[in-house]
């Protein structure tokens, strides 16, 4: 039996838009939330929030791994589906880096209601 591909989730938001971010990551049904992610757009926080998914499932030296995020221009940027421009640039190239000469990761979009990421904000 082929062992089930793990599944991150991510989100990030901020309040207000521009304001005060913070993201969320879940995997294995532990949320790890970052309050004082810094200063920026609701933009910014996903890509924040998708960097550190990426760096987690690296940490944790996951090799079959998909993420999952609610923003789907931030998914669709990492995809290469859409070019990043401005700050999303400046992400993409962190997530790029993080990435190296490796295969790209699966980044894949799933409605609000299943992101466990944002329910996990939502809920604290």
């Not at 609701?42 to 940490?59: F, T, V, Y």
């Not at 993420?67 to 997530?95: P, S």
């Amino acid at each position: 039996m082929k062992p089930r591909r793990t599944k991150i989730y991510f989100d990030g938001g901020c309040r207000p838009n521009p304001g005060a971010m913070e993201i969320a990551v879940v995997i294995g049904g532990v949320a790890a939330i970052d309050r004082a992610a810094g200063t920026g757009s609701s933009m910014d926080a996903e890509w924040l929030a998708l960097i550190a998914a990426l760096r987690l499932a690296q940490a944790r030296g996951l090799s079959d791994f998909v993420l999952l995020g609610d923003a789907a221009a931030v998914v669709a940027q990492a995809n290469g589906a859409v070019a990043a421009r401005h700050g999303a640039a400046a992400h993409l190239a962190v997530f790029r880096g993080l990435v190296g000469d490796g295969p790209a990761p699966r980044v894949r979009h799933v409605k609000r209601s299943q992101n466990l990421a944002g329910i996990a904000l939502a809920r604290r």
